[in-house]
């Protein structure tokens, strides 16, 4: 009510109406009639309880609002909860992730390092394989030829005693070789 009053005399010491000439209290002068017009409907409203009305809807509206804020400062927390959990994990996969291209990177340098130990063992079986290959290669071209020398000596000799043997040599030869043979065995 102390509002009203205030604001009453405001209207009324501020008033143009005043200025103006003929009487202000006169149904004729619309500045009054204005001016009455607008008591009655504050009038109205402080009877019909507005100013409380509204007071408490905005009441209302400010404490929805601060309940929003409140859950939005809540979901913020979760937020920023859930992302340092997902930062944690991401570090931790990436960290995991980094270890498994180290064991992969050690498994193929030594996958690498023990194909290379199994190509040289691989190279030296085969260079013995070929060296003993050669040397039997050589073994027996050195037996063929000296079987060929043995043959063909033979041959010359057989020739040689053929032409300056005569036929009492040769069956006195032949009797002493079996002789011999026949000595050896027993």
Known sequence: ????????????????????????????NTNFVVLLAFLIFVGLLVYLKVPGLIGKKLDERAEAIRADLDEAR??????QALLAQYERQ?????????RIVAHAKAEAEEAAAQ???????????????AEEQ???????????VRDQ?????TAAARDVIAKQMTEEEGDRLIDAGIEEIEARLN
């Open 1 to 28: 009510m102390r509002k009203l009053s205030v604001t009453l005399a405001a209207i009324l010491t501020a008033s143009p109406a005043l200025a103006g000439s003929g009487p202000f209290v006169s149904l004729s």
């Open 74 to 79: 809540r979901l913020r927390e979760e937020a």
């Open 90 to 98: 991401q570090k931790d996969v990436q960290a995991q992730a980094d």
């Open 115 to 129: 194909a290379k130990e199994d190509i040289k063992a691989s190279i030296a079986r085969r260079l013995q394989a």
């Open 134 to 144: 050669i040397a039997s290669a050589e073994a027996r071209a050195v037996r063929d």
């Open 149 to 153: 020398a043995i043959a063909v000596a």
